[in-house]
């Protein structure tokens, strides 16, 4: 089992829709998960942190945490054309002696592509 | 804030030369910077973890002679490609850390080897 999983799509939805994008992650003691974006060509760009089960706000975004279930969620309300890109989830996993000296497991990416 | 800048954004160079690669982080003071590769359609591969004043750890499979890491000051760390070659050719990005986990990425640097 990889450490972070995501569906890797593509997904795609239409302009003004919901996009719905989900990540789980092995292991338990993971503390801290955040979402990226990237745009083709150019680098991650930081979207939103989560760290407490529930649920976190930022305007369009909503990040979703359940650590009983181990799993992460990102939902888009009124998706752009320009939300178009690739949705990395990040976790920070702990390593042996329960540390992650601030490393980031990634997983692979979700494709979204929302189309007018 | 949480501003990270990378120089060069692009460089070609011939085989067998060797590239520095530039990350600062402008308006904060990075405890622990990282740098990472990502090939075309794939995720970002992790290279090596920079703190200031110590040596880099390198990730299982990544030439640490290869890849030379100098952390010089909490806002600067650089990345050297030595002797490149034509498959070093990649999307290298460095990111730096506010607090222990949370990484601002910069904008990347896209080395080609000819």
């Known amino acids: 089992q990889k450490e972070v999983e995501q569906n890797s799509g593509p997904l795609s939805v239409p302009e003004g829709?919901?996009?719905?994008l989900n990540c789980t992650y092995s292991d338990r003691g993971s503390q801290s998960f955040f979402w990226y974006r990237q745009y083709s060509g150019k680098s991650p760009e930081l979207i939103m942190s989560i760290y407490s089960n529930g649920d976190k706000e930022d305007g369009r975004?909503?990040?979703?945490?359940?650590?009983?279930?181990?799993?992460?969620?990102?939902?888009?309300?009124?998706?752009?054309?320009?939300?178009?890109?690739?949705?990395?989830?990040?976790?920070?996993?702990?390593?042996?002696?329960?540390?992650?000296?601030g490393k980031l497991t990634f997983g692979q990416g979700t494709i979204l592509t929302v189309h007018p | 804030g949480a501003v990270v800048s990378q120089h060069p954004s692009r460089v070609i160079c011939k085989s067998g030369t060797s590239v520095k690669i530039e990350c600062?982080?402008?308006?904060?003071?990075?405890?622990?910077?990282?740098?990472?590769?990502?090939?075309?359609?794939?995720?970002?591969?992790?290279?090596?973890?920079?703190?200031?004043?110590?040596?880099?750890?390198?990730?299982?499979?990544?030439?640490?002679?290869?890849?030379?890491?100098?952390?010089?000051?909490?806002?600067?760390?650089?990345l050297t490609v030595t002797s490149a070659h034509p498959e070093d050719s990649s999307f290298y990005i460095c990111s730096a850390t506010v607090?222990?986990?949370?990484?601002?990425?910069?904008p990347g640097t896209r080395l080609t080897v000819l």
Request: hydrophobic content about 35%; glycine content about 4%; some cysteine.
């Open chain 2, 99 to 106: 607090r222990e986990d949370t990484q601002y990425f910069g």
């Open chain 2, 24 to 78: 600062r982080s402008l308006d904060f003071q990075a405890t622990t910077m990282f740098w990472y590769r990502q090939f075309p359609k794939q995720s970002l591969m992790l290279m090596a973890t920079s703190n200031e004043g110590s040596k880099a750890t390198y990730e299982q499979g990544v030439e640490k002679d290869k890849f030379l890491i100098n952390h010089a000051s909490l806002t600067l760390s650089t």
């Open chain 1, 61 to 101: 975004f909503t990040a979703q945490l359940n650590k009983a279930s181990q799993y992460v969620s990102l939902l888009i309300r009124d998706s752009q054309p320009s939300d178009s890109a690739t949705y990395l989830c990040a976790v920070n996993i702990l390593r042996a002696g329960g540390t992650s000296y």
């Open chain 1, 17 to 20: 829709a919901i996009a719905s």
